[in-house]
C-alpha cells in the first residue's frame, strides 16, 4: 500500500506542478493570487478548488497560524512585506494541514511521493490531475521554494515523522514531537526568510521553540484519537498523559516568562488548537471506511 501511494502520488503531484508552472511562472510577474500568494493569477478552476482547500473548516487551524507569525515578526521588530509573508505562510501551512492529513489517514507513503516531487525540477506530463488537494497544495507550494536547502529540511521533517510512528514509549514519542514541531516552525522561518530586511537568528529559534511546544500541546489534546486511530506504537497509560503535560507546561511556561508580551497570543493559539474540528472529522472518514471495508467484505 505504502509502495503503491508512493508510485500514484510520484504521477500526480508533478502533473499538477507542471499545470501551475505553465499557467504562472512562464509568463512575466505582474500580479499576484490572494489565495495562493503566486506572483500570477492561477486558471479559474485551480484556483477555485484551491480556495475550497483553504476554505475547509478543518485546515482552519492551520490558515489561522500565518496572522500569529507576523505578529511575533512584528514583535521582534522586523520589516518585511507582510502581505507577501501572509501568503506564503498560508500555502505553507495549508501544505502542513493537508499533508497531515493524508498521513493521518494512514496514507504514510505520501510522504515520499511528496517529497520526490518537491526535489523534481520538472513534472513534464501531458495531463495535470486536479483531483487530489495533496497534488494541488504540493504544486502551489512548490512554486515558492527556491533552493534545495528547504527541501533537505522537508527530508529531515518527514523522517522525524516517520520516527514519531514507531515510537514505543512517551519518551521517545515527546522526544519526536519536539523535533516536528520545531521543524516545522524553522522551515516557515526559512520560506519567508527573503521576504524579510534583516536575517534574525533570535527569530528562528523562537519560532523553533514555539513550534516544539505547539506540537506538544496538539499531542496532548489528541493522544487519546490518535491511539485509537492506530497512529501510536505504544499504549498511553495515565502517567504518560502527566508527562507530556508537564513538558508542555514547563516549555509554554518558559517561552511565557521570557516573552510576556506575547501571552495573549499564546493564549489565543491554544483556544484556536482546543477548536480544531479535525477529530470529528477523521471520525467521521473512518466510520465511512470501515462501513465500506464491511460491505465490500460481504458482497
Not at 90 to 102: C, E, K, M, P, R
Request: glycine fraction near 6%.
Amino acid at each position: 500500500m505504502q509502495e503503491r501511494n508512493r508510485i500514484v502520488m510520484s504521477v500526480i503531484i508533478p502533473a499538477a506542478i507542471d499545470e501551475v508552472s505553465r499557467s504562472s511562472l512562464s509568463r512575466p510577474s505582474v500580479h499576484h493570487n490572494p489565495a495562493s500568494g503566486l506572483p500570477e493569477p492561477l486558471p479559474p478552476d485551480i484556483d477555485n478548488a484551491y480556495r475550497a482547500i483553504a476554505e475547509d473548516p478543518q485546515y482552519k487551524h492551520f490558515i489561522n497560524i500565518p496572522v500569529r507569525i507576523i505578529q511575533c515578526i512584528d514583535y521582534f521588530g522586523i520589516a518585511g512585506n507582510r502581505e507577501l509573508i501572509k501568503e506564503r505562510l498560508q500555502s505553507y501551512y495549508l501544505f502542513i494541514g493537508v499533508i497531515d492529513n493524508a498521513l493521518d489517514l494512514t496514507q504514510i507513503g505520501i510522504g515520499a511521493g511528496v517529497l520526490d516531487c518537491l526535489e523534481a525540477r520538472s513534472g513534464a506530463l501531458e495531463e495535470a490531475c486536479r483531483q487530489s488537494d495533496v497534488s494541488l497544495v504540493t504544486a502551489v507550494l512548490k512554486c515558492h521554494i527556491q533552493n534545495d536547502f528547504i527541501v533537505n529540511k522537508f527530508h529531515k521533517l518527514y523522517r522525524e515523522v516517520l520516527r514519531e510512528r514507531v515510537a514505543a514509549s512517551i519518551e521517545i514519542y515527546m522526544s519526536c514531537r519536539i523535533g516536528v514541531g520545531s521543524l516545522t516552525a524553522e522551515l516557515s522561518y526559512w520560506l519567508i526568510q527573503p521576504l524579510l530586511k534583516d536575517e534574525s537568528h533570535s527569530l528562528c529559534e523562537f519560532m523553533k521553540q514555539v513550534g516544539a511546544v505547539g506540537c506538544l500541546i496538539d499531542s496532548l489534546i489528541d493522544l487519546r484519537s490518535d491511539h485509537r486511530f492506530g497512529l501510536l506504537a505504544f499504549t498511553p497509560v495515565a502517567r504518560d498523559y502527566l508527562r507530556l503535560l508537564m513538558n508542555a507546561f514547563r516549555r509554554g511556561f518558559g517561552l511565557s516568562i521570557r516573552h510576556p508580551g506575547l501571552c495573549l497570543l499564546f493564549l489565543q493559539a491554544i483556544i484556536d488548537n482546543l477548536r480544531d474540528p479535525r477529530d470529528y472529522i477523521r471520525i467521521d472518514r473512518r466510520l465511512t471506511a470501515n462501513q465500506k471495508d464491511r460491505a465490500a467484505s460481504v458482497a
